[in-house]
T-cell receptor, first 114, second 108 residues
């Protein structure tokens, strides 16, 4: 099966803890992304990463960091979570240029920070 | 700035009715895409439609670049069409800007 896989589906933690979310794509794509979807369903790009380049949305706090071992994996680490980090985090992948192709999304990881 | 504006915010239909969803985007954006988000959260790509009209079953997407707008038409709606529909346009080579979504509810 070729798709975008995310784990965990759901995570509850306390303020100040560190969390890590995993994403794997088996589509053979070159580029992967992390998005944050808030309670109002608004999706915002956080990172874009391929083999050579990491692009960071400048509005993303420094406690967020992407981690990649190869082009099929892009994990998201949050060093010290805060209440406003509660959201759904969506991973996606695409061929190199999203001007030529759509993005494919994983099922999302829902984070609740108490 | 770079903006994608979607309307309506919510829509309630009776099964069998048609739906028309709209998306307007600023001049710095292009390559319109439409997604469907299931109640559980996963996003499914419906159309990659930078310009013109595309069909897929009961769905039709039309993008008119000159007028900076794109529409998604759902004909003969079904209860299983219920969910959130999102449009997005790309900025440069890496960033998708999403609209705020249309929450569609189809009543039996």
């Amino acid at each position: 099966e070729t798709a975008v896989f995310q784990t965990p589906n759901y995570h509850v933690t306390q303020v100040g803890n560190e969390v890590s979310f995993n994403c794997k794509q088996t589509l053979g794509h070159d580029t992967m992304y992390w998005y944050k979807q808030d309670s109002k369903k608004l999706l915002k790009i956080m990172f874009s990463y391929n083999n050579k380049q990491l692009i960071v949305n400048e509005t993303v706090p420094r406690r967020f960091s992407p981690q990649s071992s190869d082009k099929a994996h892009l994990n998201l680490r949050i060093k010290s979570v805060e209440p406003e980090d509660s959201a759904v985090y969506l991973c996606a992948s695409s061929t190199r240029d999203i001007n030529q192709d759509t993005q494919y999304f994983g099922p999302g990881t829902r984070l609740l920070v108490l | 700035g770079q903006q994608v504006q979607q309307s309506p915010a919510s829509l309630v239909l009776q099964e069998g009715e048609n739906a028309e969803l709209q998306c307007n985007f600023s001049t710095s954006l292009n390559s319109m895409q439409w997604f469907y988000q299931r109640p559980g959260g996963s996003l499914v790509s419906l159309f990659y439609n930078p310009s013109g009209t595309k069909h897929s079953g009961r769905l039709t997407s039309t993008t008119v670049i000159k007028e900076r707008r794109s529409s998604l038409h759902i004909s003969s709606s079904q209860t299983t069409d219920s969910g959130t529909y999102l449009c997005a346009a790309s900025s440069g080579s890496w960033q998708l800007i999403f609209g705020s979504g249309t929450q569609l509810t189809v009543m039996p």
